[in-house]
């Protein structure tokens, strides 16, 4: 047996492993999501380009960015499936433009005339469009304009709240498409790996819907769950940030400075639950550093020095040492997990992480499961070392408590939120 194949079988066969990949599976976007979303930004990209639209033949690149883009989109809320997806327009606009205008012409595009597809689904935001679906998909649409000699796709964002017109503004440089090139090579998966990912994520979904339950999806060009460690990891992270501060005011760390960090040292570990404990410490290492010094964490696109990823957070030191003492919390908890605890405990600890419908789900299927391999001889508990063991075949599938089927969905803008 080689190393590689003895260390995928301890993937398989570990409780903690095991189930935190089924976490990851839970909230992550579903195919048929990935699918529609796809769908849906290239449909707004027709419907801005259409005949009468005030950006009429202005649109030079649609494409998505931040999660979307690398592959680690999960729900944005806890007790429901809520999407948001990040889509750039790339527009071409002359001469002088002022922060205000590329946003408010975005918005007269994809809003368009009373009884037209989006009217009433659109929202002009301070940074980007929001196109607001009735089954809690949202894409944001950023606006941004090409700026001439830098690296490929380096642009102007524009921020101006709408709240406040008579504003200047601000143009920023970005460049979310380098980030996420840079952040793929980062976080190469492992193709064994990627493999039992993906077909755990396959026969979860299989119990989650009939085939003939959804329409035809639009084929990805590549399958969106071929993830490495660290970009599942990314997603857990994602999910216990938004636990975190479910009930909280004012912004949420944002999700580009931790994908950042995590694939500044993706990858080094053996196990998932490894693989969580070393993220979480070394964004407690980061985050203590520049709070020892009394100064707000400054974290920069790799790419593209003036793109700040934190431009907006934390907005203090209050703020950051919320986020501090969060993180302290999280390492002694992945340290627990990765030492290895009952599964009491580890139900405990997922709960106070990840939240508590996906953790109690993937807990009671993964009991089910054991206990089937249990009453057929197939697993046994060690009473030693107080945990399950369990082959490959019963930590295999990630099926969940109840089997249901999703509901039918449309790809195109014509819904409206209730």
Known sequence: MTPKTASLQRILTDPTDALLAD????????????????????????????????????????????????????A?????????????????????????????????????EPGSRYYGMAKRRTRCV???????????VTPVLRMQGTPERQSWIF???PEAPRETGRSLVANPYGFAEWFKDNTPPDHAFADIFEERTSEYEKFLMLEKAVSDPVPPQESPFRKSKAVIVLQLLKRWRNVQYDSRQGRRPPSIMIAKLVADVANH??????????????????????HSQARLVRIVNPVCGQDVLTDRWPESLQAQALFVRDLEDLVRKAERLAAGCDLSEMQQIMV????????????RAFNERAGNGIGSGRSRYDTQKGRLIIPAAVAGAPVPAVARSTPRHTFYGTERRE
Do not use: C
Request: proline share 4%; net charge negative; charged share 25%.
């Open 23 to 74: 976490m990851a599976i839970r909230v992550q976007l579903s195919r048929t999501d990935y699918n529609k979303a796809v769908s849906r930004y290239r449909t707004i990209n027709d419907w801005i380009e259409r005949d009468g639209s005030p950006l009429k033949d202005r649109v030079e690149l649609l494409y998505p960015q931040g999660s979307m883009a690398i592959g680690a989109t999960i």
């Open 76 to 112: 944005s809320k806890l007790n429901n499936d809520e999407f948001d997806i990040d889509v750039i327009a790339h527009l071409n606009l002359q001469g002088r433009v002022l922060p205000r205008q590329p946003l408010d012409l975005l918005y007269e595009a994809i809003h368009g």
């Open 130 to 140: 929001t196109v607001n679906y009735s089954d809690d998909m949202h894409i944001d």
């Open 159 to 161: 921020h101006h709240s």
């Open 269 to 290: 570990t053996e196990r998932l639950s490894e693989e969580l404990l070393f993220q979480a410490r070394y964004l407690l290492s980061v985050m203590r550093q520049a």
């Open 352 to 363: 106070s992480l990840f939240g508590e419908t996906p953790a109690r789900d993937a807990i």
